[in-house]
């Protein structure tokens, strides 16, 4: 399988706090890779970091054989990142929230109208979407903000917790739209301390604890490697 | 362009709420009243007061006398036959003033020994007109005065005009401003100009404060609701984030300082503006080249654009410290102390006294300069205001690219004023 992205000895440091401390990962154009951790492992970092929010203090991260710290708008041109607590503007109604979104990407007006369309389809929030943004409750901003994330159909969509917050049948009908899109041949790079999602929805994933990972592999390889019968056992045997 | 331009668009929907047209609105209309009452009560104030007299002398004098308030004041003869009757009948009618001239008074004034006259004021109200009632007794009193000197002195020296002998020695006031020169007051001048630039400060002072706190405040509401890491994730140029920012907010503050102002204009106009019309002062501000003509203005406001050029970068820098909108409300004071100082001074100081410290001092803040370059622009020393202008050309330059490397950096994400905690997402 071919690499879009490539992540090599990745350091960062905040202060004299090393938040990581050179990982390695590789993710292949539509393969879903996730990083598995408890809270404070540097899953967000790593994310953040890749989705050119934080430059890395040391290490190599291509993409599309891009380095992102020489040429961080390509990164931009063709990634969607979903962050874990984001939000959308209040004061806007849904759709022109996503007419705003999606006039980053489009060149024309059929592009931006397809990336609407799409966006419509994913969020599956009908007329609510003609409302302001302000009276959505938080599973609806959740949908909304994936529908942005996703309705560019980005080379690799960096997706933080996206079931962040969520209720059971809101997680469900969110788990379902990534794997369709992972069908579809979009790369997704997602991170959850959610075991069972991870499982789920994952290719491949990285154990990742305080800064560094663990290990790496199909869901498959780390269970009969570790001798576990679910994801939160393996995680438990690779920390010893 | 079209990215920008796409910016620009959502980040002046999201500074122009249903909140901020509601209180521009409200703001406007309250003042506009009280700037229609005010006017009301300043023309009642200006026309000629009604006056009640009650002669109880009825002598030639007190006659002449009485006649010779009635080209200034609306003289009603009173009926009654005592001052206490007179009072009460007073009290019901809207005649605020009655004067009464006591029995004997015109033989006292033979004997140069002239009776006090009595002056009663009726308080119907504390308002600012009522006020003025003060005022008028003073000037009735100034007016017999005047008319019984001239009197005395047309009885005793025959032949020679009262005038010349209370004033005898005349003046003509001049006032000179660089190489010219008018004849006329210099209390007067001042008075004009004061009253008609007063609210160049004001004006730049709003400006100022509400784009600082317009742009501190999208920024930190972008932080507050969780906006601004997908904002900084799109493909368009931080420098771009951050002048859509800094326009949008120029704009809509520029807008809303408007409407105050126009809001204050009415509320002042209310108070002063009967009392300037009328009046050949400006005849001598243009004959003095005091007046701001276009040439004037024009500097004025490249002045006032690059302070609030100033202002914007410098509240991008803020907001970035702001971690949500209450936060960002704190981060304002900064801004409004350094506009409050040269705005003071400017009413109350003169510049050019300062001690050479302070002067240096209200200098380095960019936001003097507009505030010197209304008198120095009068006084048409453009040397001053043309320093001015460059420094802070120079000095948002340098703001901007520091803003500009903060949003470029993990700065804008990670910077934050937690005075002494640290906090890291990891």
Redesign the interface.
Known sequence: MENILDVQGLRKF??N?E?LKGINFQVGKGEVFALIGPN??????AL?IV?????PSDGKVTFLNHDLKKNP?KF??N?????E????????RGTDYLK??A???SGSEDKEKEFLERAQAIAGLGERLKDKVGTYSKGMVRKL?LA?ALMTRPALAILDEPTSGLDVINSLEVREIIKRFAREGISILLSSHNMLEIEFLSDRLALIDKGRILDQGTSRELKDKYQGPNLEIVFRSALR | MKKFTNLLVKEIRELITKQLVFSLVMFFVLFYFIGQLGKTEARRAAAAQKIAVLDLDESDVSQKLVQSLRPLYQVEAAKETSQEAAVNALRGSTTNFLLVIPAGFGESVARFEAKPVETFTFMRSFSLGAGRNSAVFRAVLTALNNYMSDEYLKQKIAGVAPENLKNPIKSKDFVIVKDRMAEGSAADITGFVFSQSVFIPVILMMIIIYSAQMVISAIAMEKQNKTLETLLTVPIRRTSIVTAKMLAAGLVGLLSAAIYMLGFRFYFSGFTGDMRAGTDVSQIIHKLGLALDAKALIVLGVSLFFAILCALAMATILGVLAEDFRSAQSLVMPMVFLVMIPYFISFFADFRTLSLPVKLFVLAIPFSHPFLAIQNIMLENYQPVIFGILYMLALFVVLVVIAARIFSTDKVLTMKLRWGRKKVVL
């Open positions: 905040f202060g706090l938040a404070g492992a540097g899953k967000t970092t953040r989705a050119t929010l934080l430059s708008d931009r041109e990634i969607s990142y979903l962050p607590e984001a939000g959308a503007y209040r004061n806007l705003f979104m006039r980053f990407y903000l942005r």
